[in-house]
């Protein structure tokens, strides 16, 4: 049963994703199991059948719609799941009035319109949540194949930007690498301050410790002197300095982090 399963996953799916005639829409299925997810009608291949035989035949029983004049043999989507191959055909012009008819039994439940722009890309996107009131694990089958869509329909819609190379200066490549960087830059500030943090934690108990102890010492020493007539008390520490007027060394520097990740004094040595 492990080796008949194990070669069941391995096998190749194919099937289609089927679009409106303004491709803001894609049709998806769900399953026929109590919590299945939507994903786009694709099935196994038989064996001798080629990848568009394939296509067809899942999507006609899955949803009763012919796709095999519409089917275009270089237009399509892959995924590699892992040792499984999932391609779909991009099939363009489908009418949201057709009406969908599954040729299978306890196999599709229900089959649905879904904008694209509120599927999600990814687990966390809570796109569909919002848009959809759907979690995003509904569409765990679909988030591999939505960036991937997009593009292709943006490249669809402007055919002379997407056949012109990208250029150094263009504000497409521009954005794409300042989204990068900032990506990079909130990791490496986030990282820099746990590392200041934990670094001055224990100056800042140490400074704490000093700060008390001068203290101490200058009540101690207070109750032992008597004022001078100009108001100024032998032996009085001025902390806001860091140093004391009676003391040979001067005293240590502190480097505080604060919570904006900006730091406050000069760094020890």
Not at 27 to 55: H, R, Y
Not at 212 to 219: A, I, L, P, T, Y
Request: with cysteine.
């Amino acid at each position: 049963m492990a080796k008949w399963m194990a070669y069941k996953m391995s096998i190749p799916t194919f099937g289609a994703i089927m679009l409106d005639p303004e491709m803001k829409y894609c049709l998806l299925v769900q399953g026929f199991l109590t919590k299945a997810s939507w994903g786009f009608p694709k099935g196994k291949i038989n064996a001798e059948e080629t990848p568009a035989d394939c296509a067809v035949r899942e999507v006609l029983e899955e949803t009763g719609f012919d796709i095999k004049e519409l089917l275009k043999p270089d237009e399509y989507l892959e995924n590699q799941r892992n040792d499984q191959l999932t391609r779909l055909f991009i099939i363009e012009g489908v009418p949201l009035s057709t009406k969908f008819q599954p040729r299978t039994r306890k196999e599709i439940k229900s089959l649905q319109w879904f904008p694209i722009d509120a599927l999600p890309t990814h687990k966390k996107d809570l796109s569909s949540k919002m848009q959809l009131k759907m979690k995003p694990n509904s569409f765990f089958l679909v988030i591999p194949f939505v960036k991937s869509l997009r593009k292709w329909i943006y490249n669809k819609n402007n055919p002379h930007e997407a056949q012109r190379p990208k250029s150094a200066n263009s504000s497409t490549y521009k954005a794409e690498i300042r989204e990068g960087q900032e990506q990079i830059g909130s990791r490496s500030r986030l990282k820099q301050q746990q590392h200041f943090a934990l670094q001055n934690q224990a100056e800042f108990q140490e400074f704490l410790q000093y700060k008390e102890q001068v203290m101490r010492g200058n009540d101690e020493h207070t109750r032992s002197t008597s004022p001078r007539k100009d108001g100024y008390q032998k032996g009085r520490s001025d902390l806001s300095l860091g140093y004391s007027p009676n003391s040979k060394q001067e005293k240590k520097k502190y480097q505080i982090l604060n919570r904006n990740g900006t730091l406050t004094g000069k760094p020890r040595r």
